[in-house]
């Protein structure tokens, strides 16, 4: 497959720069993966279409303020993003380097708020590996300086509203450089709705890293190499997801990172593995799914792994021809947008 099959039209408009007055009304477009028929809904819809006895799974990761700012010794300002942490260094980090041209092993960067990064070796083509020492615990320093990593295409700088609109309400874990976005849309009052119904509601963790928004650089979709992310499964969900498949509920993945955790630790069985590690599960067409039945999502950016799950999860036809009418339709797109769930 041709990465390029994955691009499809988007007005720079319709790209959601702030998040929707209320987390619940967002619009929801639903889709029927067999017939490829779509319906225009409003996210509050959504225990219509969930009935007693499925089981809803949402990721609980926490975003950390990635992003931080310094300079080097020549005086040239850096931003330095990061990515996460090094297993057993709590303040050494793999990290991305914008402005890092000039850069060697060695190095130290001056951070804002007395803080030094050391340069300790370039790990490939995107990361460096970097430790933080300064004059406080690091965690105390990142939560005041660091900022919201809000994606790119957002073209601002994070405000103090981000803070709490970039986070799920299902956010424990801190971990990730990105939000888990089709999580954003839930409140509190429509999970005691769900549950009310019979719905059941499950969590897992895998912490979004470079995988979620790293470019394709291949034309070729199977040449593509997805980056780890950390997840944890717990017991308890891993017997949710058991009882849900023996009494004919469906699993309802909310987001892409809880597909491919869900995908990553299936047991072959129609469930999943308690436990954690490190996932690097690259999902596009011909993939068959063994545990998810059903998937709320986001609209994805063109030629990207996250479109390419969902053209997997309904057919690329069924997702592209749907991506159209979302445009026709003046669908918000992207983190801040609206949502579709395919049943």
């Not at 499809?8 to 790209?15: D, K, R, S, T």
């Not at 057993?88 to 960067?109: M, P, Q, Y």
């Not at 295409?153 to 990730?176: F, H, V």
């Not at 892409?256 to 690097?280: F, N, W």
Request: charge should be neutral; hydrophobic fraction near 40%; include cysteine.
């Amino acid at each position: 497959m041709q990465v390029k099959d994955f691009d499809y039209c988007l007005p720079p408009g319709l790209i959601a720069q702030f998040p929707a007055d209320q987390r619940d009304a967002s619009r929801m477009m639903v889709l029927d993966r067999k017939s490829g028929a779509v319906s225009d809904e409003r996210f509050r819809d959504l225990p219509d279409y969930l009935r007693a006895g499925d089981l809803l799974v949402m990721n609980d990761t926490r975003v950390i303020p990635a992003r931080l700012f310094g300079h080097k010794q020549t005086g040239g300002r850096v931003e330095v993003f990061l990515v996460r942490r090094c297993a057993g260094d709590d303040e050494k980090w793999h990290c991305l380097i914008k402005g890092s041209k000039g850069l060697k092993e060695g190095a130290v960067l001056a951070m804002s708020g007395r803080m030094q990064a050391g340069i300790c070796s370039r790990e490939d083509q995107d990361t460096w590996i970097v430790r933080f020492f300064g004059e406080e615990p690091f965690e105390v320093w990142l939560q005041r300086e660091g900022e919201m990593p809000l994606p790119p295409y957002l073209q601002r700088p994070a405000g103090k509203s981000d803070s709490e609109r970039y986070q799920t309400i299902m956010a424990r874990n801190p971990g990730a450089v990105a939000a888990p976005t089709a999580g954003l849309h839930f409140t509190e009052a429509l999970l005691d709705m769900l549950k009310a119904k019979g719905v059941g509601v499950a969590t897992i963790t895998l912490h979004t890293g470079l995988g979620t928004f790293l470019p394709v650089r291949v034309e070729r979709v199977e040449e593509h190499r997805i980056h780890t992310e950390h997840y944890h499964i717990s017991p308890e969900t891993a017997e949710a997801i058991r009882q849900t498949r023996q009494r004919g509920g469906r699993v309802l993945a909310v987001g892409t990172t809880t597909t491919r955790t869900l995908e990553y630790a299936a047991d072959g069985q129609g469930g999943v593995k308690a436990g954690s590690g490190e996932a690097d599960i690259f999902i596009y067409p011909g993939y068959s799914f063994k545990v998810v039945d059903a998937l709320l999502t986001n609209f994805h950016l063109p030629e990207s792994t996250l479109i390419m799950l969902v053209s997997a999860f309904a057919s690329k036809d069924a997702i592209l021809n749907a991506y159209k009418q979302a445009v026709e339709l003046r669908y918000r797109f992207y983190s801040y947008g609206d949502a579709m769930l395919i049943v």
